[in-house]
């Protein structure tokens, strides 16, 4: 409950800053995916039941605040989480090299995901100007995760002393 | 009393001399010759004392000064950034009251009901071109209204809670509206494209749209009044299928400044769409 708790407020705060300070920085075409990165973040921890859950939240709120049907980023989210908690059972991924490859991989697979339901709402250009946005905006959120990661890892450190989690 | 004739002699010595010395000055003082003798035995010592002392003196005084002038900086530095302040706000103001004055007389030009709302977020992820407007349906936004700024459409909301609504921005591909070439009266339909233009399909084949020609709102979706700028043609091509031309459309509207928006309060359908409208708008 404890660990869940503050997963739930890094989600609140990630939701907050995605739509407001991140635009600041990036453009937003290429904002990161901070959530995604809170997702893989979690699945690399034991708690299994409060990860998930948090995955469907934290993608319900990503649908919610911005232009996805709802339930697109629940589902992708829930499909990463298991996918990197799987391979982090299989390969031992939880180092940094082995972190930010599976942001990368995640993130592609969630560009992938909203171009392929964007072509099957409409017509969309997926041409190779989509492939470069897919790529560029993979490769900013595995980077922005060597910033993220370490500040999860602190404040989770923090946070477990104070109330006695492990 | 004195003591002894020693002392006494000490005594009158001292006298004798003060005499001595009263009596040698002549008639111009200063001019005697142990005045001069003094002078001239205490004169380097006098100078050199002078001289340290005045040294001392200007070192001190500007030490004074300087802590005087630092205290003065210090105040200047703190004026001058309480003005620097006061001038980025009164620029921030100026340029807010230029862009609510713009969505007044916007507001004047329609001949719906319209309200105006601060843009106070956008898009989590970025795949969406979508914005957040600070009034919801407490303030009678609700989904499917249009949205708009002096310079044209921004787009339409799409879902509206208590207190804040979304808006689906025109460059969206999931936005579509229905447009007319200005010049040339054609119709078509525009919506977004994932490279931040949009693209206006079903043109007849006929048409003599050409780049530069500006795209307005027909007023035929029910969304949009008619007669709102969207922007202008980039480039013509035939489509894919060769039914029909395509054309990429420039915004007239710049997404990424938006600060204040105009949203029309109108229902689905109920706008006037009677020809020569948008000529008097």
């Known amino acids: 409950m404890k660990a869940f708790l503050f997963i739930a407020l890094g989600g609140i705060l990630t939701i907050i800053v995605q739509t407001s300070a991140v635009g600041l920085i990036v453009p937003a075409a290429y904002k990161p995916d901070i959530m995604l990165i809170l997702v893989v973040w979690v699945s690399l921890r034991p708690a299994m039941v409060a990860g998930i859950a948090f995955a469907f939240v934290g993608g319900i709120l990503v649908d919610l605040f911005s232009g996805s049907p709802t339930g697109l980023f629940a589902l992708v989210y829930c499909l990463i989480f298991v996918a990197s908690s799987s391979a982090n059972s299989a390969l031992e991924i939880n180092r940094p090299i082995g972190r930010v490859l599976v942001i990368f991989a995640a993130a592609l697979g969630s560009g992938g995901a909203v171009v392929l339901t964007r072509r099957l709402a409409g017509p969309v250009d997926t041409g190779i100007h989509m492939v470069s946005v897919i790529l560029v905006k993979a490769l900013i959120t595995a980077l922005t995760s060597l910033i993220v990661f370490p500040i999860l890892d602190r404040s989770w450190a923090r946070y477990a002393k104070q109330v006695g989690e492990r | ?281």
């Open chain 2, 1 to 281: 009393m004195p003591r002894s004739i020693r002392e006494i002699a000490i005594i009158l010595l001292f006298i004798a001399g003060g005499l001595v010395i009263l009596f040698s000055t002549g008639t111009q003082s200063g001019n005697g010759p142990a005045t001069r003798a003094l002078y001239t035995l205490l004169r380097p010592f006098q100078h050199a004392v002078f001289s340290v002392h005045n040294r001392i003196g200007s070192i001190w005084y500007s030490y004074v000064d300087l802590l005087g002038v630092k205290e003065q900086n210090k105040a200047l530095q703190d004026e001058i950034r309480k003005l620097r302040l006061q001038r980025a706000d009164l620029l921030f103001k100026e340029r807010e009251n230029r862009r609510l004055r713009k969505l007044l007389n916007l507001k004047r030009q329609h001949e719906f009901p319209s309200i105006v709302a601060r843009v106070i977020g956008e898009d989590a992820v970025g795949w969406y071109r979508t914005l957040f407007i600070d009034r919801g349906t407490g303030d009678g936004v609700l989904p499917e209204m249009a949205v708009t700024v002096a310079e044209g459409v921004v787009g339409r909301v799409t879902r509206s809670s208590r207190e804040m609504s979304q808006v689906t921005l025109l460059t969206d591909p999931d936005l579509s509206v229905g447009c007319r070439i200005a010049r040339t009266r054609d119709r078509g339909v525009l919506s977004g494209s994932l490279d931040n233009g949009c693209i206006l399909r079903y043109i007849r084949l006929e048409s003599k749209i050409r780049p530069g020609d500006e795209v307005v709102t027909s007023g035929l979706d029910g969304i949009f009044p008619r007669g709102l700028p969207i922007g202008r043609v980039g480039s013509v091509s035939k489509g894919e299928q060769g039914l029909f031309l395509e054309a990429s459309v420039i915004p007239a509207v710049n997404f990424s400044d938006i600060e204040e928006v105009l949203v029309v309060l109108g229902r689905r359908g109920g706008f006037d769409i009677r020809p020569g409208l948008e000529e008097r708008r």
